[in-house]
């Protein structure tokens, strides 16, 4: 399957097809140039990998933990971060500020509101529930959170609200009426809150909200076959590299190096072009040709899409830049744990 | 629901309840003393786990990845480790065993008999398939491979094979008929490839399986939802510490700082006992108390069990090894990726 590459990397690993991610981010760029793109770290969570998009003219960037904040402003793309999540300690958060790097934190508490003032922080945006059963206050509560904020001495930027139970609709149509729904309560929320900032939107509405001021997408660099279901032009960049330890032609099925072990399963099983996988176990996936297709020899190469990108990113130390089947880059993936 | 534990570690974090792993530990031992137990390191990949394994008096271990077995023998527990998974590079491990480790790697294949004599592995064992579709030869081909090993000037030590498809049954009645037809293939190889080492079984057939001469289990130490289903005498020792960041009280849910990115889902959701968990998200867990329980208040601590605990283990650092609510040793996660 992948012969040539047989050098570039140990199996399992991370490939990352570098043209086709540049082709998703011009894409993206296209449409939410400089900083109405805020990316989202925690797909990929490497500042290397950041710092190709910062170099496309995209300076800002939301983060999920409060590690990643620390690793990109130590890797000197502190322009402006959001912590998109709630902390209840923001020490650390505070000391990051304290270099100079512009830090602003998601609230959606009294309590995540005192936090970020005790911890240092100098700005927050009011994290607003906009139907999602996960954080965020109710739209009514934002102005209060707000003022409290404000007589705390911090900086309001504004309003976030994450429709992520709409960016997976497999029907455009249900996500463009989902996206007015859940835009209408974070735009009531934004009127009590005021500040220049309406941030939400993912890969999967990426084009279909116009409400926000900007959009908070990370998968679209590296897409996954659940977005791959969608009518996206994103191309899926990523693969797992693996490679056929054990082949059983009596029951026609191949096994490869590529398991639970390097893979997020939440949203189902791997995908090899050609071939049905059958399952996967800590340090295998155990898969079958297609269609009367070969049945691949021991020690060939080959593509493991995933389901999911963040979580399978997250099991790996390093990405293998590729070009075709040549390895141009390797970008470490320093934003791991919390 | 933990606020004692409050000072002991960050969130999201492992725990490990030491008495309880060492209550795991004695009930295995007592069954199968010394080295009829070889511990299977890829259930919890930490050499200090590992190291009071081996004092307990169980001094050989199964690996599932080149990595463990030099960390293992880095850390000076290369005794007796079986590389229990097939490799086409062996020159790392023939590496460990040129340090005086005792090193055998698994073969199921001509290719891997000749990449173990290539890498300068001493010794093998000829795995077989029992009736899970992965890796092994079928029985009537492991005395020519045996055959094959020898000429190559490898010791061959036995056979290996895991019935991987029977350890998870419910009924126990149905895994007491799986084991027997399993290991009759297992013993039909054994006859032909000869050895002293018959290695199998896991923590679903600990006590069924009488037909090996060592038992490969790993999880019974820590346990995990999907096991705990089962007629085990071994008891949850390992939860997810989490923090509760956010509650609606109007929808009656609370969120925690438990997702994706430090679970492993392929067995499914993750539990939090008195709750029932709606879904998690990269960096969040959304439950709600069952039976008019109490919502927890945010900044509560909470316990979350994983469905499975191999794939959960390698997303940590460290495992924060605990008594009651004191913090007594904090063991390094140092046996990841490849």
């Known amino acids: 399957?992948?012969?040539?590459?047989?050098?570039?990397?140990?199996?399992?690993?991370?490939?990352?097809?570098?043209?086709?991610?540049?082709?998703?981010?011009?894409?993206?760029?296209?449409?939410?140039?400089?900083?109405?793109?805020?990316?989202?770290?925690?797909?990929?969570?490497?500042?290397?990998?950041?710092?190709?998009?910062?170099?496309?003219?995209?300076?800002?960037?939301?983060?999920?933990?409060?590690?990643?904040?620390?690793?990109?402003?130590?890797?000197?793309?502190?322009?402006?971060?959001?912590?998109?999540?709630?902390?209840?300690?923001?020490?650390?958060?505070?000391?990051?500020?304290?270099?100079?790097a512009r830090v602003t934190v998601a609230v959606d508490s009294a309590e995540t509101v005192d936090a970020a003032a005790a911890g240092g922080v100098p700005a927050v945006l009011?994290?607003?529930?906009?139907?999602?059963?996960?954080?965020?206050?109710?739209?009514?509560?934002?102005?209060?959170?707000?003022?409290?904020?404000?007589?705390?001495?911090?900086?309001?930027?504004?309003?976030?609200?994450?429709?992520?139970?709409?960016?997976?609709?497999?029907?455009?149509?249900?996500?463009?009426?989902?996206?007015?729904?859940?835009?209408?309560?974070?735009?009531?929320a934004h009127a009590d809150v005021g500040g220049g900032i309406v941030s939400a939107g993912g890969t999967g509405t990426w084009d279909i909200n116009t409400w926000a001021t900007e959009i908070q997408a990370g998968s679209f660099l590296l897409m996954d076959t659940d977005y791959a279901r969608l009518d996206l032009p994103f191309r899926t960049a990523l693969f797992v590299l693996g490679r056929v330890i054990s082949v059983n032609p009596a029951q026609g099925y191949a096994v490869a190096d590529v398991g639970l072990k390097s893979l997020g399963m939440d949203h189902g099983k791997p995908s090899i072009d050609g071939h049905s996988v059958w399952f996967c176990s800590d340090e295998h996936v155990t898969f079958a040709p297609r269609d009367g297709g070969r049945l691949p020899a021991i020690g060939e190469l080959v593509r493991v899409r995933t389901a999911h990108v963040d979580p399978t990113v997250a099991r790996h130390e390093v990405f293998h830049v590729v070009r075709g089947h040549e390895k141009v880059d390797e970008w470490p993936i320093d934003l791991r744990h919390w």
């Open 126 to 188: 009011v994290d607003v529930n906009v139907g999602l059963p996960r954080c965020g206050c109710d739209p009514s509560d934002a102005g209060r959170l707000a003022d409290r904020a404000r007589a705390a001495g911090l900086e309001v930027r504004g309003v976030m609200g994450y429709e992520g139970h709409i960016v997976g609709l497999d029907d455009r149509g249900e996500r463009i009426a989902g996206v007015a729904a859940a835009m209408e309560r974070l735009l009531a």
């Open 1 to 100: 399957m992948d012969a040539e590459l047989d050098a570039l990397a140990p199996t399992p690993s991370l490939l990352v097809e570098i043209d086709t991610f540049d082709h998703n981010l011009r894409i993206m760029g296209a449409t939410h140039p400089g900083r109405r793109l805020r990316t989202h770290v925690k797909a990929f969570k490497s500042t290397a990998m950041a710092a190709r998009v910062a170099a496309a003219g995209h300076p800002t960037f939301c983060c999920a933990t409060i590690r990643e904040v620390e690793g990109m402003a130590a890797a000197g793309l502190g322009d402006d971060l959001l912590l998109a999540n709630e902390v209840l300690d923001a020490r650390r958060l505070g000391a990051v500020a304290a270099t100079g």
